[in-house]
């Protein structure tokens, strides 16, 4: 396998090829796409065109939050679940890292997300993304089509209930999304996943001012690139 640089939202390929921001590959707990030899591609591309370090974010308990609502587990049992997800992805990772020579290795940073909440601004942003969520109809129904869309083929697309509780999952990475963060003083701002989507188009629009002008001024918007890395 093999990846192929797909769709860039928020700067040229150039500027991505040239090297002018930090790399980190996204990944999702319930994307399949996610396999050990795409991993595996990615990092090698990502450190290939990254500034200083390249980062590899386990989304862990974000994703407990789809235990919690879909499995129906309690908030204790879906994180628990979550982070023992996220333990055995690390040792996935670090099998890919140790063969890779040691100037790249010392290279790589592993991220989790609850190293992301610890961003600063990042509970604040997400008191005030969440205030406009409950306030702003439109920008409502913009996260909810999304949830949709993401579950088009599943029952949970026609379970409004769910759809709505979801939408916790869109506003708890809206920040990370729109805002990249820090790691170990290293700013990372340019993230890759294996598809261009709805979300990554939303977060776009948003980011330019041609949507939500009010989310763009209420929170300290900072680039945050999407590249689309398809598996070839």
Known sequence: MTVQLGII?????EEVLGKKFNIYVG???????????????????????????TGLLIADTLHAINYQIKDGKSIES??????KKGDELIVILKEIIDLLPQNKQNKIDIIRWDDIKKNPGYEESIIKITKEFNENKEFKESILDIIKAHFENSHVHNSPGIIQELSKYIIDELPTLLQGFTFNNIRYNCYTYPEDNILTK????????KRFKEIHNILEIKENISVELKAV
């Open 202 to 209: 939303f977060i776009e629009d948003i980011s330019n001012k």
């Open 27 to 53: 990944i999702s707990l319930g994307n399949k796409d996610f396999t050990k030899e795409y991993i595996k591609d990615s990092l090698d591309w990502a450190l290939k065109h990254s500034k200083e370090r």
């Open 9 to 13: 939202r928020g700067a040229s390929q």
């Open 78 to 83: 879906a994180r628990k679940k979550a982070l």
